[in-house]
Nanobody, 126 residues
Framework: QVQLEESGGGLVQAGVSLRLSCEFSGSTFSDYAMGWFRQAPGKEREFVAAISWSGRSAYYTDSVKGRFTISRDNAENTLYLQMNNLKPEDTAVYYC???????????????????WGQGTQVTVSS
């Protein structure tokens, strides 16, 4: 059974950086496309970034392009989200998600993902 565990969240000031990690276990990490989503208080969960199983393809929502970078280490079974120049509007609970995939695709809707972590809180103060 796939398990996902996020870490790296925290309370930071605007303009600084954070790196989130998502540790994958219970199956073969390189068989899965991965994604990051976030949910702010009172809002629906939204897509942030996605990456193919190989790491060769990635996709971002417009609001984080140029600031966030998604990456993965298949040898370490870990997904990352490097977040630079954080803004107060980035405040949310961040979730990683997994979907088994052998096509090399990435996915950007939550319904396409099969497995979810519990989330890690990121709070950015102004």
């Amino acid at each position: 059974q796939v398990q996902l565990e996020e870490s790296g969240g925290g309370l930071v000031q605007a303009g600084v950086s954070l790196r989130l990690s998502c540790e994958f276990s219970g199956s073969t990490f390189s068989d899965y496309a991965m994604g990051w989503f976030r949910q702010a208080p009172g809002k629906e969960r939204e897509f942030v970034a996605a990456i193919s199983w190989s790491g060769r393809s990635a996709y971002y929502t417009d609001s984080v392009k140029g600031r966030f970078t998604i990456s993965r280490d298949n040898a370490e079974n870990t997904l990352y989200l490097q977040m630079n120049n954080l803004k107060p509007e980035d405040t949310a609970v961040y979730y990683c998600a997994a979907r088994q995939d052998f096509t090399g695709s990435y996915y950007y809707t939550s319904s396409e993902y099969e497995e979810w972590g519990q989330g890690t809180q990121v709070t950015v103060s102004s």
